[in-house]
């Protein structure tokens, strides 16, 4: 299992972070994935990564002490989970996304656990950038 995590500090209450993580399709696109389709729970993203494409589907799902989590139900990973986490700070916020993984095919995968991590503390940091920006 791998895992990356991110934490930031914003210069906002929880609720106002709380309303840009509802803003799916935009915070998605701000990990770069050029193709977000939302119908209810479920999100369907996509991006080119290289020569490869990668292509997840994930569910919205409830969690205690998230303000919000999904994990893959269809894509290139064994297991995928992402939670943001929230902890009020004075007037400001600390912020922690953290996506657990398992990867699909051990040893067989064109896909390497380190490599998968950098690539995600990327999407994740620009989640964070885009999150920083819109309740600045």
């Given at each position: 299992?791998?895992?990356a ?6 210069e906002a ?15 998605m696109?701000?990990?770069?994935f ?6 209810g729970?479920r ?8 020569l ?7 569910r919205?799902?409830e969690?205690?002490?998230?303000a ?5 139900t ?18 400001h ?19 390497d656990?380190?490599?998968?991590r ?7 940091e620009a ?10």
């Amino acid at each position: 299992m791998g895992s990356a995590t991110v934490t930031r500090t914003v210069e906002a209450p929880p609720d106002a972070v709380r309303d840009v993580l509802g803003e799916l399709e935009p915070f998605m696109r701000a990990s770069g994935f050029d193709e977000v389709d939302i119908d209810g729970d479920r999100i369907e993203i996509s991006k080119a990564l290289g020569l490869l494409r990668i292509s997840l589907t994930l569910r919205v799902y409830e969690e205690d002490d998230t303000a919000l989590a999904y994990e893959q139900t269809d894509g290139i990973f064994e297991s995928m989970v992402t939670t943001y986490e929230l902890s009020e700070q004075d007037s400001h916020t600390a912020v922690t996304a953290r996506t657990e993984f398992a990867l699909d095919a051990p040893g067989g995968s064109i896909l390497d656990g380190t490599i998968v991590r950098r690539q995600r503390r990327k999407e994740l940091e620009a989640q964070l950038d885009f999150l920083e920006r819109r309740v600045s």
